[in-house]
């Protein structure tokens, strides 16, 4: 295969042209070749082909192209087969390309070769790589798309190589051959006056002296009309240099070229000239606008080790640009200075620094063109050479930089758009920013480096303290200094500020300050400040300004979320509204991080600040808040009919979502569990009670299968309660039987009898069969687990005939399961295994995949009792599988250790203890220490009949019998 990007975007396998498809595919090709092997997002494919509206399907449609070109690349390629040329990585894509088949490649590597070697050859190199620009970059593209900077970035690489190879021709001769590259160049940038100044004396050096002064007029006349200015020094110079002789070497005709070690070479010139340029030029200065260093800077290691990561190799041989992005006081300035600080002295030519105020307290950001013209003047331009329009100001800012070494950090910034008119062009630079916007649109059209800074861990927490208070300080009071640490969140600036009160007064112990912040816990009345640059909640303040009117109503509504994070829908159910925009608003503004797929989470203390902001609206809180439970409640019953399709399904009054499956309402299930225990506890406490029994009601199963018996029971509490209060007989039934099962799981024997008598009347006074059928089912399996073999056959009888009576197939087959593990306990193992067939004809057809895996178990175990090991070990295999696809965990632990226990039977000691080893890492310690400890018994006790056996015959040998 062979690509080209330099010049239309075309492809090739073999000498045959092959057809990139339609404008969009073909311009998604071209921005995998302009990234030339490095991986493009899909973020960032989607953001090129749409800009800011992407329709819903456009990353269906990505998919697509890529599928396409997939086989537009490799015929015969089978469906979603990733091929060998067009690859995925990085959460986005990428081509595999080198040298030899694509032209950008080829034109890099020759240039790279031209740089280093002897004049003459350099300037064959520079042609022969100059050559394969067959036009504009990725011309025949929608031009929305070929406008993005990506592309941009190439031309500058054109005229880079332009540029350095009219340099050595001019000085060591060669200009013949290499005219019509550097033409093509020029004429493509007309406004380019370095490019130009070069042809006019390329131009003059070969004889057309002539077509070199109209060269000059045509493009004074340009610069005239498109910006409003007259021709710089170096083009000026470059027409003296041919009214007056012959063009000769570039070293005795160059103007306003900055050497590599910021020393300025003016261009000879008649001398009535000379003094007058070098007045309008001004003297080019080396800047050095580094804010001072902190002198108490602490942690960051890993952060630093990968900055300083970033200058490595041959990284300056183009533009780095790195983006510091987090949280409002997290330490992105502070970083950022530091990390420029270590690296100053490789940027020889100076440093320049801007506070952009993307988010102030004023709430004015700095117009870029303000920040522009800050930078010339530092580069030595005087105020009246710089030009009215702005993309003059651009290309003089660029100009100055191009073979120069800077270290420009751009701190404080908005957003992409303020920030890329002050992106230097050309290799050498090195470019910091920080921005509490995560600045997207840098990372995919700019190839930017992101530097997200997190928390500081506890260590680094401690280490600041120590460093703003004093080791010895800080050491005499550990315990103090561990809870200052917990209530800052390991945000820097509020670490900052409780310092500075400390050190302020330094009678005060730290447990005082400590007792301070627990006191004041849940607010940021501890973190305020006299000073709004570092009082917590005006910096808050200043992201929050910014926002707009969706975003911030959602901000201050997700206060009321009671979870550690939440879920996109759950915040559409809190706003009442869509809210893709403004999650990605609050997440590019770093009040909110997306820590998973479609879940975001913000710092407690920005809670504690959104909390303040919707006490004090006017937002609807308990609209708000009910919203939130109805969809909880909705998402629960809907996961819960997958998850146990058989159970018993209250009346909720509310439409029920539909999951795909058992896997997808598991998958939900666990990704929302630690929030709906926290959703349960706001609607109790909310007096929602409708919603806490229903949660509770929905909540069993996946509880119960689980392991999570301690929240399965306080969430059956509250539930109850609210049943209670409420009156509501059925689910007041349900509830009593519900918490019985959890509070047996415990070992609270005295709460799960009264409870499931009490749910036993309820259902009989309700005349409810079908839920009488459960209670007797779950006062079977009670009576079963505390021995009572017989009462318990009975209760399993009654419910199997309700289960009869009301047409539950899948309830008889569960009784029937219960009944055979029940005869077992009793070593009536032929008796159970005819249990266990007849509950395998009762469960076939119905898809119940939690039935066939315990009735699959129950069979195993049948038959290891009764000898057959090989024939147990097999039924066994099958049951876990289920329980793994069902995700019964609970289920699964018992079923490794009957396992191991055959495996074990058979002879396989390996096997077993594999079996009890992944049974055991299941176990949680603390809530079913019994079982933890009889599976490490097994364990311990594994090869003991072997080293009985061993040791009887050591003794044996040892006496000299047999």
Not at 386 to 395: E, F, H, L, R, T
Not at 505 to 511: D, I, K, Q, T
Not at 787 to 816: F, H, K, V, W
């Amino acid at each position: 295969m062979r690509f080209a990007v330099l010049g239309p975007v075309r492809l090739w396998r073999g000498d045959v042209e092959l057809n990139s498809g339609p404008p969009q595919q073909r311009a998604l090709l071209a921005l995998l070749l302009a990234y030339a092997g490095r991986p493009v997002s899909l973020d960032e494919l989607v953001d090129a082909l749409w800009g800011q509206d992407p329709p819903s399907s456009s990353v269906n449609v990505v998919h697509r192209y890529v599928g396409n070109l997939r086989r537009l690349l490799e015929p015969g390629l089978p469906p979603r087969a990733e091929g060998g040329w067009l690859l995925r990585g990085a959460g986005g894509y990428r081509l595999k390309a080198d040298a030899g088949t694509l032209d950008l490649l080829r034109f890099r590597h020759l240039a790279e070769q031209a740089r280093s070697a002897a004049p003459a050859q350099a300037v064959e190199l520079y042609a022969e790589a100059l050559a394969v620009w067959q036009g504009e970059a990725a011309a025949g593209i929608p031009a929305e798309v070929r406008s993005r900077p990506v592309f941009a970035a190439l031309e500058q690489e054109r005229i880079t190589a332009a540029l350095a190879a009219a340099d050595v021709a001019l000085e060591h001769g060669g200009m013949v051959g290499l005219l019509p590259a550097l033409r093509a160049a020029a004429t493509r940038h007309p406004l380019d006056e370095r490019l130009q100044a070069r042809l006019v004396l390329a131009l003059a050096g070969t004889g057309r002296q002539a077509e070199a002064l109209d060269t000059w007029q045509a493009v004074r006349d340009e610069l005239a009309e498109e910006l409003g200015i007259e021709p710089g020094p170096e083009l000026r110079a470059a027409q003296q240099r041919v009214l007056t002789e012959t063009a000769g070497p570039l070293r005795e005709t160059t103007a306003l070229a900055v050497s590599p070690a910021g020393e300025v070479t003016r261009l000879a010139m008649a001398p009535k000239d000379e003094a007058r340029a070098a007045g309008e030029a001004g003297a080019v200065v080396r800047p050095a606008q580094l804010p001072a260093d902190l002198a108490v800077f602490a942690g960051r290691r890993a952060d630093l080790v990968k900055a300083l990561a970033v200058l490595d190799g041959d990284a300056l041989r183009t533009v780095v640009i790195s983006a510091i992005g987090g949280m409002a006081g997290v330490g992105k300035t502070t970083l950022a200075v530091h990390w420029a600080h270590q690296v100053a002295h490789r940027f020889p030519d100076g440093q320049l620094y801007v506070n952009l105020r993307g988010f102030d307290r004023l709430g004015s950001a700095m117009d870029s063109t303000e920040a522009l013209r800050s930078f010339l003047e530092a580069l030595g331009v005087p105020p009246h050479r710089i030009p009215v329009a702005v993309d003059a100001q651009v290309g003089l800012y660029r100009s100055l930089l191009a073979r120069r070494r800077v270290l420009i950090v751009l701190d404080n910034a908005r957003d992409a758009e303020q920030v890329r008119p002050l992106l230097p062009s050309s290799p050498g630079c090195l470019v910091l920013i920080t921005s509490r916007d995560r600045l997207p649109g840098l990372l995919a059209t700019e190839g930017a480096l992101p530097m997200t800074l997190d928390l500081f861990p506890a260590e680094d927490a401690r280490e600041s303290l120590a460093r703003r208070l004093g080791e010895e300080r800080v050491a005499r009071e550990p315990e103090a200094v561990d809870e200052i640490v917990e209530r800052c969140g390991g945000l820097p600036l509020a670490l900052a500020v409780v310092a500075a009160r400390a050190a302020a007064n330094p009678a005060f112990p730290l447990a005082a300050i400590a007792a301070e912040l627990r006191e004041t816990h849940g607010t940021l009345d501890a973190f305020a400040d006299g000073d709004p640059a570092v009082d917590v909640r005006a910096v808050f303040s200043w992201s929050y300004r910014s926002l707009s009117a969706a975003a911030a109503r959602l901000f201050r509504l997700l206060a009321l979320h009671p979870g550690a994070d939440v879920s996109a829908g759950a915040a559409a159910a809190l706003a009442g509204e869509p809210v893709r925009r403004a999650l990605n608003e609050l997440t590019r503004a770093s009040l909110l991080t997306e820590h998973a797929p479609g879940r975001y989470a913000a710092h407690d203390l920005l809670r504690a600040y959104a909390t303040e902001l919707v006490e004090g609206s006017e937002d609807d809180r308990d609209a708000a808040v009910r919203r939130l439970l109805d969809h909880y409640t909705q998402q629960a019953h809907g996961a819960c009919r997958k998850f146990a399709p058989f159970w018993v399904r209250p009346e909720l009054g509310l439409p029920v979502p539909e999951f795909d499956d058992d896997r997808q309402a598991l998958a939900w299930f666990t990704a929302e569990h630690s929030v709906l225990m926290s959703v349960v506890e706001l609607a109790a406490k909310g007096g929602f009670d409708t919603h806490s029994w229903q949660l509770a009601w929905a909540l069993e199963r996946f509880l119960d299968q689980q392991g999570h018996w301690r929240d399965c029971a306080a969430v059956q509490r509250h539930g109850l309660a609210a049943a209670q209060r409420l009156g509501h007989k059925t689910a007041q039934a349900h509830l009593h039987r519900a918490l019985a099962r959890a509070s047996a799981r415990l070992g609270e024997y005295h709460v799960a009898w009264p409870g499931l008598r009490r749910s036993l009347e309820l259902y009989e006074e309700l005349g409810d069969l079908a839920g009488l059928a459960t209670a007797h089912r779950s006062h079977a399996w009670l009576l079963d687990r505390v021995g009572r073999y017989e009462e318990s056959i009975a209760q399993a009888e009654r419910a199997l005939d309700l289960y009869a009576i009301t047409g539950n197939p899948a309830g008889e087959a569960s009784m029937l399961h219960a009944l055979a593990w029940t005869h077992i306990r009793l070593d009536q193992d032929c008796r159970a295994a005819t249990y266990l067939q007849d509950a395998l004809i009762k469960l076939n057809g119905l898809s119940n995949r939690y039935g066939d895996a315990g009735v699959l178990d129950g069979l195993g175990y049948a038959l290891h009792r009764m000898g057959e090991h090989d024939r147990a070990v097999v039924y066994y295999r099958h049951a876990l599988a289920l329980y793994r696809d069902v995700g019964d965990r609970y289920n699964e632990i018992g079923t490794l250790r009957h396992l191991g226990d055959s495996h074990r039977a058979a002879g396989d000691h390996d096997a077993a203890r594999d079996s009890w080893q992944r049974a055991l890492d299941l176990v949680d310690e603390v809530v079913d220490p019994a079982t933890a400890d009889e599976i490490r018994d097994k364990l311990l006790h594994l090869d003991l009949p072997d080293l009985v056996a061993a040791e009887r015959r050591v003794r044996r040998s040892c006496r000299g019998g047999p």
